[in-house]
């Protein structure tokens, strides 16, 4: 059996002391003036979920919550997820564990795995249970996984020409961990189911036109982006967070929810066939592919 750092009830746990274990898969800042702590992704041997990356997120995520708890809020009033490779966002779920636990008919592990997506982007939903606002900045192709990490933070900043999708579709399967939620929200279920069924990858600026990325940034510019919706909250932020509150109590997704999803998920993948298979083994050819490039 495979061993996966996961939890199923880590979303509600107490929160922890600093962590000090070392972040091999993130990189992370804190700019004191913004009060913003950045983390970007760095997975490897390529920029997917990894379970190493998932770990090093919830131990960053912890470690906000515990800070923002020792300084009575005042600490961090935005965390930014970006990645720190050139042109890539995130190619979504670990598809060659994915592949391995089918083979294994391991839905104990699968479950396990689909758990530590859920409890990151919970997480982040609820911008940490803080009086904080989490910013997805995409400067690269967010697909599958990635795409549904981008959607989860409170804001959503991507540079024109950045592609986004689910195709997970194109290896019999669905996205499993928040994406149906996330867009039927933003969106509506048909929309939702539409995006989802269709395999495609979207432009940032489609995606800008149907309401899914809130800020549209020039190409190479998203950081400076970033700090201009900073400063333009700052301006009404009393009004800023309020919305964000009326957003958490608009048709709240919970966290039983995203569990319930990730089951579906799990019944599904393990009824994936061989040729099913072959696709995703073709999918992970080509991540490695992309990867060396970089």
């Not at 997975?43 to 020792?70: G, H, W």
């Not at 969106?187 to 069924?197: H, P, R, T, V, Y």
Request: charged content about 20%; glycine content about 6%; some cysteine.
């Amino acid at each position: 059996m495979i061993n996966l750092l996961s939890s199923r009830t880590g979303h509600g746990s107490g929160l922890p002391g600093i962590n000090r274990q070392p972040l091999t898969q993130l990189k992370t800042h804190y700019d004191i003036k913004n009060r913003t702590g950045w983390f970007f992704m760095n997975a490897r041997p390529r920029p997917c979920f990894t379970s190493q990356l998932l770990s090093d997120i919830n131990n960053y995520q912890c470690n906000v919550k515990a800070e923002m708890l020792a300084s009575q809020n005042k600490k961090y009033d935005y965390i930014v997820l970006a990645s720190a490779i050139k042109n890539i966002f995130n190619f979504g779920g670990d598809l060659a564990l994915f592949h391995t636990l089918i083979q294994q008919e391991n839905s104990e592990d699968l479950l396990a795995y689909a758990t530590q997506c859920i409890n990151v982007l919970y997480q982040n939903m609820i911008h940490l249970g803080s009086e904080l606002t989490t910013i997805s900045l995409v400067q690269g192709d967010a697909l599958g996984g990635g795409f549904e990490a981008a959607l989860s933070s409170n804001i959503l900043i991507a540079e024109r020409g950045t592609k986004m999708g689910l195709p997970e579709v194109l290896f019999n399967l669905f996205p499993g961990m928040g994406a149906y939620s996330l867009l039927a929200r933003k969106l509506n279920s048909s929309q939702a189911e539409k995006i989802i069924l269709s395999g495609r990858l979207y432009s940032a600026e489609e995606l800008h036109e149907m309401g899914i990325v809130d800020i549209l940034a020039e190409t190479g510019e998203g950081k400076i982006a970033v700090q201009r919706y900073i400063k333009t909250s700052r301006h009404s932020q009393n009004s800023h967070n309020a919305i964000r509150k009326i957003r958490d109590s608009y048709n709240t997704i919970t966290y039983d929810e995203l569990l319930r999803i990730t089951e579906i998920w799990v019944e599904a993948a393990l009824n994936l066939s061989a040729k099913d298979l072959r696709m995703i083994q073709r999918l992970v050819t080509r991540q490695d592919s992309k990867t060396c490039l970089l």
